[in-house]
């Protein structure tokens, strides 16, 4: 069975930083695309950063560019997110997501269409 186990998440103050962890089992990412989105209440899930299969490419929502990096280390089978400058628009539940693809948009939306996904990780940003 394929696990992703995200961590990292938690409360911090706006301008704060927090970086995400999401580690892969049953699976290696590099052999993957793989992607950050992220839910906010009453609102849809929206995708958040994605680097395609050869993690040569990488791609922000307007929303978190030049804030947020994505990441990934082989070694660790492990993949990141490092969120800095935190605000109240940031607060969500924060999935990782891989597919043998990945990274597919429609102009600046992130698709959903990735096999994998982790159970996801709140990330809470206070005034």
């Known amino acids: 069975e394929v696990q992703l186990v995200e961590s990292g998440g938690g409360l911090v103050q706006a301008g704060g930083s927090l970086r995400l962890s999401c580690a892969a089992k049953g699976i290696s990412f590099d052999d993957y695309g793989i992607a950050w989105f992220r839910q906010a209440p009453g609102k849809q899930r929206e995708g958040v950063s994605c680097?395609?299969?050869?993690?040569?490419?990488?791609y922000y929502a307007d929303s978190v560019k030049g804030r947020f990096t994505i990441s990934s280390d082989n070694a660790k089978n492990t993949m990141y997110l490092q969120m800095n400058k935190l605000n109240s628009e940031d607060t969500a539940v924060y999935y990782c997501a891989a597919d043998p693809e990945g990274c597919r948009r429609i102009g600046d939306t992130m698709l959903l269409l990735y096999d994998y996904w982790g159970r996801g990780t709140q990330v809470t940003v206070s005034s």
């Open positions: 680097i395609t299969r050869n993690h040569g490419s990488t």
